[in-house]
């Protein structure tokens, strides 16, 4: 998908030694895609009426994120993610650094893991920063043709869960893809540096020499186990 494509251009992979978590954190997670696509006809022919196509894709299942490794420049995890569609578990591993960045072959990871992962940096909120309602803050990251700018505000607080609503432009420098917008809200955990829950709508449009493409991307996660947090939510 989009957002992992826009990360992996960003970063390099890491391959971590599989081995047994010191923490394992589990979600459900679920995704559709809606891309509808139109076909353009020139030299006043009538349009085709085969030239429109909508494409609809969904599917649900579950999310493992396995702490292997902590250290100062950021955890090792390993990824499993089981959706249906796929008919078995995909396992990917690499590094969140202490900013929320991810150094992870994101292209084979699902949009939903590389939302949530971001929330496991142990600075990924800098320690400064008031989690007041009504607080805000800008992070920018840019390389490999690819700017991503995302605006955090809080917009509520539960107890020890806070809500922030993330507003992210993806913009490319090159001609390797299009521009993106992501809009959703996070359940975050702070002191267990958690997302509990989240929900995101992604869109971009694409388009050719002959044709248009609107494409929606639906995600939602909510966490169901967290070893470092048995009581939950």
């Known amino acids: 998908m989009l957002i992992g494509l826009a990360a992996a251009l960003m970063l390099a992979a890491a391959s971590p030694s599989p081995g047994a978590p010191l923490r394992e954190v589990v979600y459900s997670a679920s995704f559709s895609r809606h891309a509808n696509r139109v076909q353009e006809v020139f030299g006043g022919r009538r349009p085709d009426p085969y030239g429109s196509a909508i494409d609809v894709q969904t599917d649900q299942g579950t999310i493992t994120i396995d702490i292997l490794a902590v250290a100062d420049d950021g955890i090792a995890v390993r990824i499993t993610e089981l959706f249906g569609n796929a008919g078995r578990p995909r396992t990917t591993t690499g590094v969140v650094l202490p900013d929320g960045s991810l150094n992870i072959d994101t292209e084979h990871v699902n949009d939903a893991t590389v939302e949530l992962l971001p929330f496991f940096g142990a600075s990924f909120i800098d320690a400064t920063q008031s989690l007041d309602p009504g607080a ?98």
């Open 136 to 233: 805000q803050w800008i992070r920018q990251l840019s390389g490999g043709g690819v700017e991503i700018r995302t605006t955090y505000t809080v917009s509520g607080v539960d107890g020890p869960i806070v809500t922030l609503d993330e507003r992210r432009t993806i913009t490319y420098t090159t001609a390797r893809g299009n521009d993106v917008t992501v809009s959703g809200d996070v359940k975050y955990k702070p002191h267990v540096l958690a997302p509990i829950s989240g929900t995101f709508v992604e869109r971009t449009a694409d388009s050719g020499p002959d044709y248009n493409e609107d494409i929606t991307v639906n995600l939602q996660f909510r966490r169901i186990s967290d070893t470092n947090d048995p009581a939950g939510p």
